[in-house]
């Protein structure tokens, strides 16, 4: 999800105002004109601060680490260089160096909307969710954020939390509606909640910014498969596949269909490819014992049923 690695404009702002610009002063050549005056002031940590963050709005996350690490080492306790830094470090996908950095920081910091932006996202990104989804609650909250409303649900959602994961993309929404991927998550988010109205609005929704978007046709191809409009449904599970060949839940969802329809050496095909590359799935193995019986293959059918039966056992066991 792109949008998890888009960072705030607020920190531009921040980072400028600590070392003593405004972002309307910034140079036709940042870098350039930063380096030289950093050549003329060694150990201003100030001018510093500027050609990192220079680095950073070019990309060049490699010398921004550098010249960011050398402000933090010599003020540690220097809130705007930190967070500067975090930055840096989440566009590196070090978050967990993010939270080891920003951690110790915190007091004083729960206003600070770039400190618990950057903290809340890598925090979610080494597994505290619900830490995480909180503090990036609030800086959406705070700063009317579609992406943060957007990074907490899709989190939330990703966890299992469907009801507060909805009501963050819903927020989401309200605000931007046209963030990419934001119309699949709130699908998703409906979908788990059993809403398949909803669901499929977002879904088609998805399709017309994205019409080859994976999760989007797979799911809303499982909606019109449950509903038993399989004709609607073969196109959207067809594309889903076509992007993804491998993907279980498209061979899954395919080969329901095909075994509803009729096409039974079809269904048999995915099913057969699902069992050996997922071997402790049950539901596969289930499918395929039904298949094969409706394939007058009951040897076959038997084994899979007896595998489905010690499967079923096993996951019951504590």
């Known amino acids: 999800m792109p949008v998890l690695k888009t960072a705030l404009p607020l920190l531009l702002t921040l980072a400028l105002t600590a ?18 005056a950093l050549d003329a002031h060694p150990d201003d940590n100030a001018a510093r601060m500027n050609l990192a963050l220079a680095y950073y709005k070019k990309g060049d996350l490699t010398h921004a680490r550098q010249q960011a690490e050398t402000v933090h080492q010599a ?7 930190a967070v500067l830094l975090s930055y840096i470090y989440v566009k590196m ?25 950057s903290l809340g996202f890598s925090l979610i990104q080494t597994g505290k969710v619900k830490e995480g989804a909180a503090r990036m609650e609030k800086v959406a909250q705070a700063t009317h954020s579609a992406n943060a409303y957007m990074i907490a649900g899709s989190a939330l959602l990703q966890r299992g939390n469907a009801t507060p994961a909805r009501i963050d993309l819903e927020a989401a929404a309200k605000l931007d509606a046209s963030i990419p991927g934001l119309s699949t998550l709130r699908g998703q988010a409906a979908y788990a909640q059993q809403d ?4 499929a609005t977002a879904f088609h929704a998805a399709l017309r910014e994205n019409p080859r978007d994976f999760d989007a ?13 399989y004709d609607t449904a073969r196109p959207l599970l067809e594309l889903a596949l076509e992007v993804q060949p491998n993907a279980p839940m498209a061979r899954m969802e395919m080969a329901k269909l095909d075994e509803v329809t009729g096409k039974y050496a079809d269904a048999a095909g995915y099913l057969e490819a ?17 298949v094969y019986y409706a394939l007058e293959r009951p040897v076959d059918a038997k084994r899979e049923r007896a595998i489905s039966q010690d ?4 996951q019951q066991k504590p």
């Open 75 to 81: 003020e540690p306790h220097d809130i705007p260089a």
């Open 311 to 314: 499967l079923k056992l096993r």
């Open 217 to 229: 046709n797979l799911d809303l191809g499982a909606i019109r498969l449950k509903a038993h409009d």
């Open 19 to 36: 070392a003593g610009q405004t972002p309307k002063s910034i140079p036709d050549d940042p870098i350039d004109a930063a380096r030289r």
């Open 196 to 199: 398949m109205e909803a669901a």
């Open 274 to 290: 699902l069992v050996k590359a997922e071997p402790d799935w049950l539901d596969a193995h289930w499918e395929l014992a039904n």
């Open 93 to 117: 996908n070090r978050e967990s160096e993010v939270v080891e950095l920003l951690t110790p920081l915190e007091a004083g910091q729960q206003g600070n909307n770039e400190f618990e932006y």
